[in-house]
Protein backbone atom coordinates (compact mmCIF):
# COMPACT_ATOMS: atom_id res chain seq x y z
CA UNK A 1 0.00 0.00 0.00
CA UNK A 2 3.19 2.53 0.87
CA UNK A 3 4.41 1.82 -2.81
CA UNK A 4 1.54 2.50 -4.16
CA UNK A 5 1.14 5.34 -2.25
CA UNK A 6 4.88 6.71 -3.45
CA UNK A 7 4.44 5.91 -6.52
CA UNK A 8 0.99 8.37 -7.22
CA UNK A 9 3.02 10.94 -4.86
CA UNK A 10 5.64 10.76 -7.57
CA UNK A 11 3.32 10.61 -10.19
CA UNK A 12 1.29 13.87 -8.55
CA UNK A 13 4.85 15.28 -8.38
CA UNK A 14 5.54 14.65 -12.14
CA UNK A 15 2.14 16.16 -13.14
CA UNK A 16 2.63 18.84 -11.10
CA UNK A 17 5.83 19.95 -12.60
CA UNK A 18 4.55 19.30 -16.04
CA UNK A 19 1.42 21.49 -15.57
CA UNK A 20 3.51 24.52 -14.20
CA UNK A 21 5.50 23.80 -17.42
CA UNK A 22 3.05 24.21 -19.38
CA UNK A 23 0.78 27.04 -17.54
CA UNK A 24 4.69 28.90 -17.69
CA UNK A 25 5.22 27.66 -21.74
CA UNK A 26 1.32 29.45 -22.21
CA UNK A 27 2.55 32.84 -20.47
CA UNK A 28 4.89 32.77 -22.86
CA UNK A 29 2.95 32.24 -25.54
CA UNK A 30 0.69 34.76 -24.96
CA UNK A 31 3.44 37.25 -24.36
CA UNK A 32 5.17 36.47 -27.74
CA UNK A 33 1.61 36.88 -29.13
CA UNK A 34 1.43 40.30 -27.50
CA UNK A 35 4.57 41.09 -28.99
CA UNK A 36 4.17 40.18 -31.71
CA UNK A 37 1.21 42.68 -32.08
CA UNK A 38 3.41 45.67 -30.55
CA UNK A 39 6.43 44.86 -33.14
CA UNK A 40 3.72 44.40 -35.85
CA UNK A 41 2.52 48.01 -34.91
CA UNK A 42 5.74 49.62 -34.47
CA UNK A 43 6.67 47.99 -38.50
CA UNK A 44 3.53 49.47 -39.66
CA UNK A 45 4.26 52.73 -38.05
CA UNK A 46 7.98 52.88 -39.16
CA UNK A 47 6.51 51.96 -42.83
CA UNK A 48 4.20 54.75 -42.86
CA UNK A 49 7.52 57.16 -41.90
CA UNK A 50 9.33 55.60 -44.34
CA UNK A 51 6.55 56.43 -47.26
CA UNK A 52 5.49 59.78 -45.77
CA UNK A 53 9.43 60.27 -46.28
CA UNK A 54 8.93 59.81 -49.73
CA UNK A 55 5.62 61.47 -49.98
CA UNK A 56 7.74 64.46 -48.83
CA UNK A 57 10.89 63.84 -50.73
CA UNK A 58 8.47 63.67 -54.20
CA UNK A 59 6.08 66.40 -53.16
CA UNK A 60 9.57 68.54 -52.02
CA UNK A 61 10.63 67.85 -56.10
CA UNK A 62 7.56 68.19 -57.46
CA UNK A 63 7.06 71.96 -55.93
CA UNK A 64 10.87 72.91 -56.85
CA UNK A 65 10.17 71.46 -60.30
CA UNK A 66 7.35 73.42 -60.90
CA UNK A 67 9.07 76.65 -59.66
CA UNK A 68 11.98 75.62 -62.51
CA UNK A 69 8.74 75.60 -64.87
CA UNK A 70 7.01 78.71 -63.74
CA UNK A 71 10.26 80.69 -63.87
CA UNK A 72 11.06 79.23 -67.64
CA UNK A 73 7.43 80.41 -68.11
CA UNK A 74 8.13 84.05 -66.91
CA UNK A 75 11.21 84.25 -69.05
CA UNK A 76 9.69 83.08 -72.30
CA UNK A 77 6.43 85.88 -71.60
CA UNK A 78 9.08 88.63 -70.25
CA UNK A 79 10.95 88.11 -73.75
CA UNK A 80 8.10 87.95 -76.12
CA UNK A 81 6.98 90.63 -74.47
CA UNK A 82 9.76 93.09 -74.97
CA UNK A 83 9.64 91.99 -77.91
CA UNK A 84 5.99 93.03 -78.77
CA UNK A 85 6.79 96.29 -77.15
CA UNK A 86 9.24 96.88 -79.40
CA UNK A 87 7.52 96.15 -82.49
CA UNK A 88 4.71 98.21 -81.33
CA UNK A 89 7.04 100.93 -81.16
CA UNK A 90 8.19 100.19 -84.39
CA UNK A 91 4.68 99.87 -86.01
CA UNK A 92 3.71 103.12 -84.81
CA UNK A 93 6.76 105.37 -85.84
CA UNK A 94 6.14 103.21 -89.79
CA UNK A 95 2.70 104.09 -89.54
CA UNK A 96 3.48 107.70 -88.92
CA UNK A 97 6.04 107.94 -91.98
CA UNK A 98 3.60 105.87 -93.91
CA UNK A 99 1.09 108.91 -93.45
CA UNK A 100 3.89 111.54 -94.10
CA UNK A 101 4.91 109.68 -97.14
CA UNK A 102 1.32 109.58 -98.19
CA UNK A 103 0.58 113.26 -97.61
CA UNK A 104 3.80 114.20 -99.78
CA UNK A 105 2.42 112.91 -102.85
CA UNK A 106 -0.01 115.69 -102.99
CA UNK A 107 2.70 118.62 -103.32
CA UNK A 108 2.69 120.26 -106.41
CA UNK A 109 5.84 122.02 -106.52
CA UNK A 110 9.02 120.20 -107.45
CA UNK A 111 11.27 121.87 -105.34
CA UNK A 112 9.47 121.27 -101.78
CA UNK A 113 8.50 116.98 -103.06
CA UNK A 114 11.99 117.08 -103.75
CA UNK A 115 12.64 118.48 -100.26
CA UNK A 116 9.88 115.50 -98.67
CA UNK A 117 11.29 113.03 -100.25
CA UNK A 118 14.89 113.14 -98.99
CA UNK A 119 13.56 113.80 -95.35
CA UNK A 120 11.13 110.60 -95.91
CA UNK A 121 13.85 108.70 -97.09
CA UNK A 122 16.32 109.74 -94.18
CA UNK A 123 13.33 108.99 -91.83
CA UNK A 124 12.95 105.62 -93.18
CA UNK A 125 16.96 104.88 -93.31
CA UNK A 126 16.89 105.19 -89.42
CA UNK A 127 13.10 103.66 -88.87
CA UNK A 128 13.71 101.02 -85.83
CA UNK A 129 10.95 98.94 -88.25
CA UNK A 130 13.80 98.08 -90.68
CA UNK A 131 15.81 96.70 -87.89
CA UNK A 132 13.50 94.95 -86.47
CA UNK A 133 14.11 90.86 -86.20
CA UNK A 134 10.60 89.69 -87.09
CA UNK A 135 11.25 86.15 -85.46
CA UNK A 136 10.68 85.31 -82.25
CA UNK A 137 13.61 85.52 -79.62
CA UNK A 138 11.98 82.40 -77.67
CA UNK A 139 10.13 79.22 -78.87
CA UNK A 140 6.96 78.25 -77.16
CA UNK A 141 8.02 74.84 -76.80
CA UNK A 142 8.44 73.73 -72.75
CA UNK A 143 9.33 70.09 -73.66
CA UNK A 144 12.51 70.52 -72.40
CA UNK A 145 11.41 70.44 -68.48
CA UNK A 146 9.38 67.14 -68.97
CA UNK A 147 10.73 64.49 -67.00
CA UNK A 148 10.22 60.24 -66.92
CA UNK A 149 10.00 58.12 -64.40
CA UNK A 150 9.86 55.61 -65.65
CA UNK A 151 13.06 54.14 -64.25
CA UNK A 152 12.12 55.69 -60.54
CA UNK A 153 8.80 53.57 -61.02
CA UNK A 154 10.66 50.32 -61.93
CA UNK A 155 12.86 51.41 -59.02
CA UNK A 156 9.97 51.94 -56.34
CA UNK A 157 8.51 48.52 -57.64
CA UNK A 158 11.32 46.63 -56.68
CA UNK A 159 11.34 48.48 -53.07
CA UNK A 160 11.39 45.09 -50.75
CA UNK A 161 11.67 44.99 -46.76
CA UNK A 162 15.70 45.28 -45.73
CA UNK A 163 17.69 42.01 -45.88
CA UNK A 164 19.44 40.86 -42.62
CA UNK A 165 22.94 41.90 -43.41
CA UNK A 166 25.23 38.89 -43.36
CA UNK A 167 28.28 38.55 -40.79
CA UNK A 168 31.47 40.33 -41.16
CA UNK A 169 34.56 38.34 -41.19
CA UNK A 170 37.45 39.49 -39.16
CA UNK A 171 40.67 40.03 -40.54
CA UNK A 172 43.00 38.55 -37.93
CA UNK A 173 46.50 39.08 -39.81
CA UNK A 174 45.09 42.61 -40.19
CA UNK A 175 44.23 43.19 -36.02
CA UNK A 176 46.93 44.27 -33.86
CA UNK A 177 47.83 44.67 -30.01
CA UNK A 178 49.74 47.69 -28.90
CA UNK A 179 50.89 50.35 -27.31
CA UNK A 180 47.70 49.57 -24.78
CA UNK A 181 45.66 49.75 -27.88
CA UNK A 182 43.68 46.96 -29.65
CA UNK A 183 43.03 47.71 -33.18
CA UNK A 184 40.72 45.19 -35.31
CA UNK A 185 40.04 45.35 -38.64
CA UNK A 186 37.26 43.44 -40.98
CA UNK A 187 35.43 43.36 -43.50
CA UNK A 188 32.03 42.17 -45.49
CA UNK A 189 31.68 38.58 -47.65
CA UNK A 190 30.45 40.56 -50.24
CA UNK A 191 29.28 44.41 -51.16
CA UNK A 192 26.39 45.97 -49.07
CA UNK A 193 25.67 49.18 -50.15
CA UNK A 194 22.46 48.78 -47.48
CA UNK A 195 25.16 48.48 -44.44
CA UNK A 196 24.83 51.91 -42.55
CA UNK A 197 27.06 51.01 -39.23
CA UNK A 198 28.85 48.47 -37.35
CA UNK A 199 29.01 47.41 -33.79
CA UNK A 200 31.93 46.19 -32.17
CA UNK A 201 31.67 44.02 -29.28
CA UNK A 202 34.41 42.90 -26.63
CA UNK A 203 35.76 41.61 -23.55
CA UNK A 204 38.52 40.40 -21.34
CA UNK A 205 39.44 37.22 -20.54
CA UNK A 206 41.61 34.33 -19.03
CA UNK A 207 41.19 32.13 -21.51
CA UNK A 208 42.87 31.36 -25.31
CA UNK A 209 40.29 30.75 -27.92
CA UNK A 210 36.54 30.82 -28.21
CA UNK A 211 34.60 33.04 -25.74
CA UNK A 212 33.50 30.41 -22.85
CA UNK A 213 29.44 30.62 -21.37
CA UNK A 214 30.43 30.71 -17.71
CA UNK A 215 33.06 32.81 -15.71
CA UNK A 216 33.19 35.43 -18.34
CA UNK A 217 32.56 39.08 -18.29
CA UNK A 218 29.76 40.72 -20.14
CA UNK A 219 30.26 41.84 -23.60
CA UNK A 220 31.14 45.73 -23.79
CA UNK A 221 29.67 47.55 -26.74
CA UNK A 222 30.96 50.41 -29.38
CA UNK A 223 27.97 51.26 -31.91
CA UNK A 224 27.51 53.15 -34.72
CA UNK A 225 31.14 52.18 -35.99
CA UNK A 226 31.40 53.75 -39.86
CA UNK A 227 34.33 51.99 -40.80
CA UNK A 228 35.48 48.53 -41.23
CA UNK A 229 38.05 49.43 -38.14
CA UNK A 230 38.39 50.20 -34.47
CA UNK A 231 40.80 51.18 -32.63
CA UNK A 232 40.48 50.70 -28.86
CA UNK A 233 42.62 52.45 -26.88
CA UNK A 234 43.72 53.48 -23.25
CA UNK A 235 43.15 50.11 -22.12
CA UNK A 236 44.52 48.54 -18.85
CA UNK A 237 45.74 44.89 -19.38
CA UNK A 238 44.62 43.53 -16.48
CA UNK A 239 43.94 39.64 -18.34
CA UNK A 240 45.39 37.30 -20.25
CA UNK A 241 43.58 37.87 -24.01
CA UNK A 242 40.56 39.80 -25.61
CA UNK A 243 37.71 38.16 -27.33
CA UNK A 244 36.26 40.54 -29.96
CA UNK A 245 33.18 40.30 -32.66
CA UNK A 246 31.19 42.25 -34.62
CA UNK A 247 28.27 42.83 -36.46
CA UNK A 248 26.79 44.55 -39.35
CA UNK A 249 23.12 46.72 -39.44
CA UNK A 250 21.44 48.51 -41.70
CA UNK A 251 18.60 50.84 -41.14
CA UNK A 252 16.47 48.49 -39.41
CA UNK A 253 18.32 45.45 -38.48
CA UNK A 254 21.44 44.07 -37.27
CA UNK A 255 22.38 41.35 -38.54
CA UNK A 256 24.73 37.90 -36.69
CA UNK A 257 28.07 38.65 -35.15
CA UNK A 258 31.10 37.66 -36.74
CA UNK A 259 33.16 34.47 -36.03
CA UNK A 260 34.60 35.61 -32.52
CA UNK A 261 38.36 36.19 -32.14
CA UNK A 262 40.88 36.04 -29.41
CA UNK A 263 43.85 38.41 -28.81
CA UNK A 264 46.38 37.83 -26.58
CA UNK A 265 46.56 41.22 -24.52
CA UNK A 266 49.19 39.66 -21.53
CA UNK A 267 50.64 42.85 -19.78
CA UNK A 268 52.30 43.45 -16.18
CA UNK A 269 49.63 43.79 -13.48
CA UNK A 270 50.47 44.40 -9.95
CA UNK A 271 49.22 46.65 -6.58
CA UNK A 272 51.45 48.48 -4.09
CA UNK A 273 51.44 46.18 -0.99
CA UNK A 274 50.90 47.70 1.52
CA UNK A 275 52.36 45.35 4.16
CA UNK A 276 55.10 45.71 2.61
CA UNK A 277 55.64 49.21 3.64
CA UNK A 278 57.08 51.84 5.70
CA UNK A 279 54.88 53.06 8.71
CA UNK A 280 55.73 56.86 7.07
CA UNK A 281 53.89 56.00 3.75
CA UNK A 282 50.52 56.01 3.04
CA UNK A 283 49.46 53.11 -0.04
CA UNK A 284 47.04 52.82 -1.72
CA UNK A 285 46.97 50.47 -4.60
CA UNK A 286 48.74 51.64 -6.85
CA UNK A 287 49.64 55.49 -5.25
CA UNK A 288 51.90 56.05 -2.16
CA UNK A 289 52.26 59.52 -0.65
CA UNK A 290 54.71 60.66 2.18
CA UNK A 291 52.66 60.30 5.78
CA UNK A 292 55.20 62.33 7.81
CA UNK A 293 52.67 61.67 10.65
CA UNK A 294 53.06 57.88 10.87
CA UNK A 295 55.13 55.52 12.52
CA UNK A 296 57.42 56.08 15.34
CA UNK A 297 57.45 59.51 14.67
CA UNK A 298 53.90 60.21 15.98
CA UNK A 299 54.27 57.52 19.04
CA UNK A 300 56.73 59.51 19.64
CA UNK A 301 54.54 62.26 19.76
CA UNK A 302 51.69 60.95 21.71
CA UNK A 303 54.50 59.30 24.33
CA UNK A 304 55.58 63.23 24.83
CA UNK A 305 51.95 64.46 25.60
CA UNK A 306 50.91 61.38 27.47
CA UNK A 307 54.00 58.97 28.64
CA UNK A 308 51.16 57.17 30.21
CA UNK A 309 49.17 56.62 27.60
CA UNK A 310 49.91 52.53 25.76
CA UNK A 311 47.09 53.59 23.21
CA UNK A 312 48.28 53.34 19.24
CA UNK A 313 47.58 55.75 17.00
CA UNK A 314 43.65 55.99 15.57
CA UNK A 315 45.24 55.31 12.13
CA UNK A 316 47.60 52.20 12.93
CA UNK A 317 44.95 50.56 15.21
CA UNK A 318 45.98 47.04 15.73
CA UNK A 319 42.11 46.13 14.64
CA UNK A 320 42.84 47.35 11.22
CA UNK A 321 43.06 45.63 8.37
CA UNK A 322 45.89 46.97 7.32
CA UNK A 323 48.11 46.81 10.69
CA UNK A 324 47.15 43.58 11.49
CA UNK A 325 48.44 42.58 8.11
CA UNK A 326 51.75 44.63 8.48
CA UNK A 327 51.84 43.16 12.14
CA UNK A 328 52.47 39.87 10.94
CA UNK A 329 56.13 40.52 8.88
CA UNK A 330 58.85 42.94 9.86
CA UNK A 331 58.40 46.03 7.76
CA UNK A 332 60.85 48.59 6.33
CA UNK A 333 62.02 50.92 9.24
CA UNK A 334 64.47 53.81 9.54
CA UNK A 335 65.06 55.71 6.23
CA UNK A 336 64.38 52.97 4.16
CA UNK A 337 60.77 54.69 3.06
CA UNK A 338 59.79 51.94 0.94
CA UNK A 339 57.16 50.20 -0.29
CA UNK A 340 57.10 47.09 -2.83
CA UNK A 341 54.90 45.55 -5.57
CA UNK A 342 52.89 42.68 -4.45
CA UNK A 343 53.79 40.61 -8.00
CA UNK A 344 57.12 39.44 -8.43
CA UNK A 345 58.57 39.57 -12.38
CA UNK A 346 60.29 35.70 -13.39
CA UNK A 347 60.30 35.77 -16.58
CA UNK A 348 59.57 37.49 -19.51
CA UNK A 349 59.25 40.94 -20.98
CA UNK A 350 57.21 43.73 -18.60
CA UNK A 351 56.41 47.55 -18.39
CA UNK A 352 55.52 49.63 -16.05
CA UNK A 353 55.30 53.69 -15.09
CA UNK A 354 55.31 55.77 -12.39
CA UNK A 355 54.58 59.61 -11.94
CA UNK A 356 55.83 62.06 -9.33
CA UNK A 357 54.20 64.63 -7.94
CA UNK A 358 55.30 67.81 -8.22
CA UNK A 359 55.67 68.35 -4.51
CA UNK A 360 57.53 64.99 -4.33
CA UNK A 361 61.43 66.06 -2.94
CA UNK A 362 63.18 62.96 -2.81
CA UNK A 363 62.14 59.34 -4.32
CA UNK A 364 63.15 56.01 -5.92
CA UNK A 365 62.20 53.55 -8.53
CA UNK A 366 63.59 50.26 -9.63
CA UNK A 367 63.28 46.94 -8.71
CA UNK A 368 64.55 44.36 -5.58
CA UNK A 369 65.05 40.58 -4.95
CA UNK A 370 62.35 39.72 -2.15
CA UNK A 371 62.66 40.24 1.23
CA UNK A 372 65.04 43.17 1.41
CA UNK A 373 65.88 44.04 4.80
CA UNK A 374 64.03 46.49 6.89
CA UNK A 375 67.11 49.15 6.83
CA UNK A 376 68.09 48.44 3.19
CA UNK A 377 67.22 51.21 0.55
CA UNK A 378 66.76 50.35 -3.32
CA UNK A 379 70.86 50.87 -5.02
CA UNK A 380 72.35 50.73 -2.20
CA UNK A 381 72.46 46.52 -1.95
CA UNK A 382 73.64 44.58 -4.81
CA UNK A 383 70.16 42.56 -4.71
CA UNK A 384 68.33 46.37 -6.36
CA UNK A 385 68.73 48.08 -8.83
CA UNK A 386 66.78 51.75 -9.31
CA UNK A 387 67.15 55.56 -10.42
CA UNK A 388 67.33 58.09 -7.90
CA UNK A 389 65.38 61.93 -7.99
CA UNK A 390 66.52 64.61 -5.49
CA UNK A 391 65.01 67.86 -5.34
CA UNK A 392 65.54 69.14 -2.21
CA UNK A 393 68.30 71.99 -3.05
CA UNK A 394 68.54 71.58 -6.67
CA UNK A 395 68.06 68.63 -8.65
CA UNK A 396 70.23 65.68 -9.11
CA UNK A 397 69.45 62.38 -11.38
CA UNK A 398 71.39 58.94 -11.53
CA UNK A 399 71.09 55.29 -11.42
CA UNK A 400 72.28 53.15 -8.34
CA UNK A 401 72.88 49.63 -7.93
CA UNK A 402 75.06 48.01 -5.29
CA UNK A 403 75.82 51.28 -2.99
CA UNK A 404 77.49 53.17 -6.12
CA UNK A 405 75.71 55.78 -8.11
CA UNK A 406 76.37 57.17 -11.87
CA UNK A 407 75.28 61.15 -12.50
CA UNK A 408 72.47 61.04 -15.26
CA UNK A 409 72.53 64.48 -16.68
CA UNK A 410 69.95 64.34 -18.50
CA UNK A 411 66.47 66.13 -17.52
CA UNK A 412 64.21 64.76 -15.25
CA UNK A 413 60.65 63.50 -17.09
CA UNK A 414 57.43 64.08 -15.75
CA UNK A 415 56.81 60.15 -16.29
CA UNK A 416 58.96 57.53 -15.80
CA UNK A 417 59.10 53.82 -17.91
CA UNK A 418 60.43 51.02 -16.26
CA UNK A 419 61.31 48.23 -18.92
CA UNK A 420 62.40 44.65 -17.05
CA UNK A 421 63.52 42.04 -19.25
CA UNK A 422 64.03 39.44 -16.87
CA UNK A 423 65.11 36.81 -19.59
CA UNK A 424 67.65 39.19 -21.17
CA UNK A 425 69.52 40.40 -18.02
CA UNK A 426 68.13 43.53 -18.66
CA UNK A 427 66.12 47.04 -16.77
CA UNK A 428 66.31 50.09 -18.55
CA UNK A 429 64.42 53.60 -17.70
CA UNK A 430 62.33 55.50 -20.49
CA UNK A 431 60.91 58.82 -20.49
CA UNK A 432 57.28 57.79 -20.61
CA UNK A 433 56.23 61.02 -23.35
CA UNK A 434 59.14 60.49 -25.79
CA UNK A 435 59.90 56.45 -24.95
CA UNK A 436 63.65 58.10 -25.22
CA UNK A 437 66.38 56.08 -22.84
CA UNK A 438 67.16 57.13 -19.72
CA UNK A 439 69.74 54.62 -18.39
CA UNK A 440 70.27 50.85 -18.64
CA UNK A 441 71.22 48.16 -16.15
CA UNK A 442 72.59 44.60 -17.75
CA UNK A 443 73.13 41.25 -15.36
CA UNK A 444 72.11 38.09 -14.95
CA UNK A 445 69.14 38.33 -12.39
CA UNK A 446 68.88 35.12 -10.56
CA UNK A 447 65.87 35.32 -8.08
CA UNK A 448 62.46 36.94 -9.14
CA UNK A 449 61.65 40.62 -8.97
CA UNK A 450 59.37 42.69 -6.74
CA UNK A 451 58.99 46.31 -7.94
CA UNK A 452 60.29 48.74 -5.64
CA UNK A 453 59.68 52.39 -4.77
CA UNK A 454 60.81 54.89 -2.26
CA UNK A 455 59.94 58.31 -1.68
CA UNK A 456 60.14 61.40 0.88
CA UNK A 457 57.97 63.76 0.48
CA UNK A 458 54.98 64.31 -2.04
CA UNK A 459 53.52 60.99 -3.58
CA UNK A 460 54.21 58.60 -6.36
CA UNK A 461 51.16 57.04 -8.90
CA UNK A 462 51.79 53.86 -10.80
CA UNK A 463 50.42 52.90 -13.93
CA UNK A 464 50.52 48.75 -14.19
CA UNK A 465 48.11 46.70 -16.94
CA UNK A 466 50.96 48.41 -19.49
CA UNK A 467 51.99 46.45 -22.77
CA UNK A 468 55.65 47.17 -23.79
CA UNK A 469 55.12 50.47 -26.26
CA UNK A 470 56.53 49.73 -29.84
CA UNK A 471 59.21 52.32 -29.82
CA UNK A 472 60.77 50.26 -26.42
CA UNK A 473 60.67 47.02 -27.96
CA UNK A 474 62.22 48.94 -31.49
CA UNK A 475 65.08 49.94 -29.30
CA UNK A 476 65.58 46.56 -27.90
CA UNK A 477 66.39 44.40 -30.99
CA UNK A 478 69.87 46.05 -31.32
CA UNK A 479 72.54 47.36 -28.43
CA UNK A 480 73.29 49.65 -31.11
CA UNK A 481 69.84 51.12 -30.82
CA UNK A 482 69.93 52.33 -27.29
CA UNK A 483 70.89 55.82 -27.37
CA UNK A 484 71.07 56.57 -23.87
CA UNK A 485 73.44 55.13 -20.49
CA UNK A 486 74.34 51.95 -20.17
CA UNK A 487 75.31 51.02 -16.64
CA UNK A 488 78.80 49.81 -15.60
CA UNK A 489 77.78 49.70 -11.63
CA UNK A 490 76.36 45.70 -11.83
CA UNK A 491 77.91 43.91 -9.36
CA UNK A 492 75.43 40.97 -8.63
CA UNK A 493 76.18 38.35 -5.92
Not at 158 to 176: S, T
Not at 209 to 234: D, F, M
Not at 463 to 483: I, R, Y
Request: aromatic content about 8%; proline content about 4%; some cysteine.
Amino acid sequence: MDEERETLQRIVSTLVNKNDEIHNFIDMLNHTISNVQVNSSNAISELDEEFDGLYSVLHEMKGSMANTIQQEEARKIQALQDQLSQCSHALESSEELLEIAVQSLDIKNPAKLLEAARQIKDSVTVASAFRLSLKPKVSDSMAHLMVDFTLEKRMLQAVKFLPVPKAPEIDVAACMVADNCVTVSWRMPEEDPRIDHFVLEYRKTNFDGLPRLKGEQHWEVINYIKATQYTLSGLKFDTKYMNLRVQACNKAVAGEYSDPITLETKAFLFSLDSTSSHLNLKVEDTFVEWDPTGGKGQEKIKGKENKNSNAASPKRATNSPRASARGSRDRFAGESYTVLGDTAVESGQHYWEVRAQKDCKSYSVGVTYRNPGKFDQLGKTNSSWCIHINNWLQTTFSAKHNNKAKTLDIPVPDRIGVYCDFDGGQLSFYNANSKALLHTFRTKFTQPLLPGFMIWCGGLTVSTGLQVPSAVKTLQKSENGLSGSTSSLNNVA
